[in-house]
């Protein structure tokens, strides 16, 4: 009964070689993130999404896009990856926007040779 | 910039006795601070909130402490047990939004 559910768990992809993660939820949340995380740093929201309003960070980059076409599925694509895009991927949601907590997927660990 | 600060890496803890993770922000607009525990190859996973109105949250094992003039909050477990030896991550947003800042997490053992 998985609530957060990210796909694949390993991607490995090459450099310029556009990639997409999937991240899926059953808990009918309205709100979900995508965060990346490189080693031992601290997880860094890249985007989010309220229902279908898009918020992007300030300082994500360009080469960072992602789509909801539904409650259900959210979807980050990197167009053109750089090995220093080589991270953990989480997903998150959360009910509602505010202080609610949030609900992680696994992560996908992507590699960029 | 770092705004949330985990100065600790890494944590051993004799299994029964209390650990103490600590946090430190700079920003003193955060209202909001909450703990995730994380597992290897999982998601980080809630553990407990405060927010600036409180200075103290429990919830069974855990309590939050938050000295809001120094700008230091702390999690502490009593007792600690080997499950849950994780990485521990802290993390702030303030206005109550959806912006949280995350430390970069400290690695607690617990020793058995």
């Known amino acids: 009964d998985a609530m957060v559910i990210q796909n694949p768990r390993y991607q490995v992809t090459q450099f310029g070689k556009p990639v997409t993660l999937s991240c899926s939820q059953t808990l009918n949340h309205n709100v979900m993130y995508w965060y990346q995380q490189k080693s031992s740093q601290a997880p860094k929201l890249l985007f989010h999404?309220?229902?279908?309003?898009?918020?992007n960070e300030a300082d994500t980059p360009d080469n960072f896009q992602s789509r909801r076409p539904n409650t259900s599925f959210c979807f980050l694509d990197i167009r053109s990856p750089g090995l220093g895009d080589a991270a953990m991927y989480l997903c998150?949601?959360?009910?509602?926007?505010?202080?609610?907590?949030?609900?992680f997927g696994p992560g996908t660990r992507l590699t960029v040779l | 910039d770092q705004q949330v600060k985990q100065n600790s890496p890494s944590l051993s803890v004799q299994e029964g006795r209390i650990s103490i993770l600590n946090c430190d922000y700079t920003n003193s607009m955060f209202d909001y601070f909450l703990w995730y525990k994380k597992y290897p190859a999982e998601g980080p996973t809630f553990l407990i909130s405060?927010?600036?109105?409180?200075d103290k949250n429990e919830d069974g094992r855990f309590t939050v402490f938050l000295n809001k003039s120094a700008k230091h909050l702390s999690l502490h477990i009593v007792p600690s047990q080997p499950g849950d030896s994780a990485v521990y991550f802290c993390?702030?947003?303030?206005?109550?939004?959806?912006?949280?800042?995350f430390g970069p997490g400290t690695r607690l053992s617990v020793l058995p």
């Open positions: 999404y309220y229902d279908k309003d898009f918020n």
């Open positions: 405060i927010s600036s109105i409180k």
């Open positions: 998150a949601t959360s009910r509602a926007s505010g202080s609610d907590t949030q609900y």
């Open positions: 993390a702030a947003s303030y206005n109550y939004g959806q912006n949280f800042v």
